[in-house]
């Protein structure tokens, strides 16, 4: 038994079963959710700056692609590289100034 939740023409309904996939764009990768119908004009659902794709509740678009066709977009990571985070916690954890959190 499947736990994949289809439309009639195939088209994934269920937001937790989407495949996340990817798509590249001057050498940046952006990650989406597509389901619902595959054709009309798609209702694209934009992250705000620090959620990533799970943040979306499953029931919502779940209730939303089930009339329309649903892509949930990924916006490329806004947050610093994971090295300058980790030189800019050291400065800080050493002086516990907010002024030590800079990004350099």
């Not at 590249?24 to 705000?48: C, I």
């Not at 490329?76 to 916690?89: L, T």
Request: glycine share 4%; aromatic share 10%; hydrophobic share 40%.
């Amino acid at each position: 038994m499947s736990h994949r939740q289809e439309a009639p023409n195939n088209a994934i309904t269920s937001y937790k079963n989407a495949p996340t996939r990817t798509v590249s764009a001057g050498g940046v990768d952006f990650a989406y959710r597509e389901l619902g119908q595959k054709t009309g004009f798609p209702l694209v659902l934009v992250t705000h700056l620090a959620a990533v794709l799970d943040n979306w509740d499953p029931r919502v678009v779940d209730g939303l692609a089930a009339t329309r066709r649903v892509i949930a977009f990924d916006n490329r990571a806004s947050a610093p590289p994971p090295a300058r985070c980790r030189r800019a916690f050291r400065r800080w954890r050493k002086t516990r100034s907010p002024s030590s959190w800079r990004w350099a």
